[in-house]
C-alpha cells in the first residue's frame, strides 16, 4: 500500500487523479487532530491512498508542514509500505526542511535550461540538510520532459548526463502529448494509458 501526499497548494497531485476535496477538508494540515482514515482519500488507484493539501489551498508555512510531516511519519507506521511526498518546484528552505522528515529523495526536473540551473540549488539544500543531521539519501536524478525531436534538446540531454553522471538515472521520461490528454480526463498517465 503506497500514501501519496501532495504538499503542493495547487493540488496538482489531487487535480491529476480527478478528486475533488470537499471544501474545509484539511488534508495534510489536520493530521494533528483528525484521525488518519479521515484525512486520506482511499484507492485514487489501485493499493494508492492520497492526503491532499488542505481544500482552502493556504500558503505554504515551512514550520506547520514539518510538523504535520513529522507526525505523519509516525502515524502511517504500519499503515503503508511507502510514503511518496510530492512537492513544489522549490529550491528555498522547503526542500531543506522537508530533506529532514524523508528517507530517500528522487529529484525530478525538467529538460530545460533554466530548470537544469535550479538544480544546483535543490541539490544545495539537500546537501545543507544532511549537514544538519538528516538522513534523507539521494537516490538519483530524472531528467523528464525530453523531447527527443527536438536537437536542442537532444543537446541539452546529451550535456546533462556528462556533467551529472551516474548521478542521474539512466532513463529520461519524453515528452508525450498523452500526458495532456490523460490529465485533460482527470487520469495521469500510468491510469490513462492502461
Not at 109 to 127: K, N, V
Amino acid at each position: 500500500r503506497v500514501l501519496l501526499v501532495d504538499t503542493d497548494p495547487i493540488g496538482s497531485v489531487s487535480a491529476c487523479f480527478g478528486v475533488n476535496i470537499a471544501p474545509g477538508h484539511p488534508g495534510l494540515f489536520g493530521i494533528g487532530q483528525w484521525e488518519l482514515p479521515d484525512l486520506v482519500i482511499p484507492e485514487v488507484a489501485t493499493n494508492l491512498d492520497l492526503l491532499p493539501y488542505a481544500e482552502d489551498r493556504r500558503p505554504i508555512d515551512l514550520n506547520a508542514l514539518h510538523r504535520s510531516l513529522a507526525e505523519l511519519s509516525q502515524r502511517v507506521v504500519g499503515e503503508y509500505e511507502y510514503v511518496i511526498i510530492d512537492t513544489r518546484p522549490s529550491v528555498a528552505d522547503m526542500t531543506r526542511r522537508l530533506c529532514q522528515v524523508v528517507d530517500e529523495v528522487v529529484v525530478v526536473f525538467q529538460c530545460h535550461p533554466l530548470a537544469y540551473r535550479t538544480l544546483g540549488g535543490i541539490l544545495s539544500q539537500l546537501r545543507d540538510a544532511r549537514a544538519d543531521g538528516a538522513n534523507a539519501k539521494l537516490l538519483g536524478l530524472l531528467l523528464t520532459m525530453v523531447d527527443e525531436q527536438d536537437t536542442r534538446q537532444a543537446q541539452l540531454e546529451s550535456h546533462i548526463r556528462r556533467s551529472l553522471g551516474q548521478a542521474l538515472f539512466p532513463v529520461s521520461i519524453p515528452r508525450d502529448p498523452t500526458v495532456g490528454e490523460g490529465l485533460m480526463v482527470d487520469r495521469p498517465i500510468v491510469l490513462y494509458v492502461c
